[in-house]
């Protein structure tokens, strides 16, 4: 990153790349045509099939830039994009594994023991392994420094004991990796004496409960510990080291073309409907929609680009997380301006039932992995602004 700008490489995608998207392509269009999936908005973080996971671990589409020790295919970071951008613009149900691939396992690669690595990661490549993600807690808000949940030492371990709140899939997920307090905060710097463990969700002591959302569905979770003991090796790294950790997780969690790209199978339905029937203002609508997710295909990679590289780009990844599921919501928007609809239960279209998910799951989408207004402050820091 040079002054206080951005830096968003170009990134091209070599011949290899391109087959393996077309390889993709064509198991998901045999999927769908076979009764495989259906799609849906916001497939990553609401659409579970665990048998689908299974399927994509088994073609080798899941941990392709891990080493093949761990299960990995040892690709790069455009051949993982590629797949995730075919996924998540087909609707496919891959929420069981995706935080397990998208940042659990890499966070595990680069500060994991050989046990954690050789135990766990093979299975999230198999797409047999589920976790979930241990950082907002009740009354933190976004100040992800402020947890309280904590991790006091014991002979052989830590007992933890709080709560975290917003634990995507944690009802089905085998582990999570918690975020805890470790050490008191001195001076008042809340950063330190932070620390992670990966926790066994079946570990006795901890409680998961559902929160319901408009769509009457429990995707987010409450996950309790009371008097929770872990064992010495389940920490995740060095104690000490979670804000330097989780930071570097959340540039991974943040810029994947995952987030703007959950309700483009809405705005895919509708060009469907109406392309026999489009007039000139629903044509420009539409090309004013795909021009903006262009751009913002194009950052996403940016960052991608800067991962491959080796950096660590929080601020960038803020900046396509906060525009990106703004533009989610406003694919919708701009949709039913120009397609006005109320979706009913019976007989539904594709359009329909696509639309009719993005309404109930999509408001979300500015909340989670951070707030849009603490990630606007991100990038108001980073250009001088405050």
Known sequence: MAGNGFRFPKMDFPAD????????????RAERANGGFTPIADCWGSGLSTEFSRKLGQRGYLAVTWPKQYGGQEKTMLHRYVITEELVSAGAPVAAHWVADRQSGPLILRY??????QSILPRIAGGEC???????EPGSGSDLASVRTSAKKVDGGWVINGAKIWSSNAHICHYMIALVRTSPIVDGQKHKGLSQFLVDLSTPGITIRGIKNIANESH??????????VPDDTMLGNE???????????????????RFLSTTIILEEAV????DTAD???KLAFGQLVARLRTLRRMSLGVSALLQEGSSPETEAALVKEVGTRFEREIIEGVRSVAPSAPKTQGMSAYHATLREGILHIPSSTIRGGTNEVLKGIVARQLGLR
Do not use: C
């Not at 391109?18 to 392509?25: I, Q």
């Open 280 to 282: 000139d203002r629903i």
């Open 130 to 136: 589920y976790f979930a993600i241990g950082m907002s």
């Open 112 to 117: 994991g023991t050989e046990e954690q690595k």
């Open 17 to 28: 790349v391109e087959e393996l998207r077309h390889d993709v392509r064509g198991f998901l």
């Open 272 to 275: 469907r409907a109406m392309q």
């Open 240 to 258: 000490g080291d979670g804000w330097k950790q989780v930071t570097s997780e959340l540039a991974i969690e943040r810029a994947g073309p995952e």
């Open 220 to 229: 987010f979770n409450e996950t309790l510990f009371q008097d929770v003991f």
